[in-house]
């Protein structure tokens, strides 16, 4: 399964963003259209250090033998699951496999005795922010420094997300 491991699309269509806002006792988010679309290249993982882990675990899903989705989850140091690179293929999204997945990071987290996932997305992938809480995750904070060192995401801002299970 090592070869599978970050071969997904690695680029997004910028065409909205969020922006947060303070909702009662939490934060919520607008999508706002932006004036000029771009294409996001999006960091490969490439990294197999987790494989065989007992505090982490890689999760695919696939079409017949197509690779179409993925999902990383990993025990943090707070006793959390952290759950990143969430990725569903171009022409495979909306057809819940990206809630099979996280259902399936949520079990892993049960049975390593967690009560919390974590998770984090920026402002531009606009589709995963709508997923995270439509999935039920509250947005835990924002950060708009994080992405400053990486060249193009400089005026991008981390959204944190969490969720108790």
Known sequence: MASHIDTLRASILVKARVRLSSCGDGLDFDVEQIPRPF?????????????????????????????VGQVFVQMDRNAMAHVWNLRVE???????????????????????????LRAETQDVHVTACMFYRDYGFCIGGADHMYLHAMPGCENETTIYWYLAI
Do not use: V
């Open 39 to 67: 294409e996001r290249i999006e960091p490969r993982f490439g990294d197999c250090s987790c494989l065989g882990r007992e505090d982490a675990a890689i999760y695919f899903a696939f079409c017949g033998e197509t690779l």
């Open 90 to 116: 171009h022409g495979h999204q909306h057809r819940g496999i990206a809630t099979a997945l996280m259902n399936t990071a949520r079990a892993w987290a049960r049975a390593h005795n967690l009560k919390w």
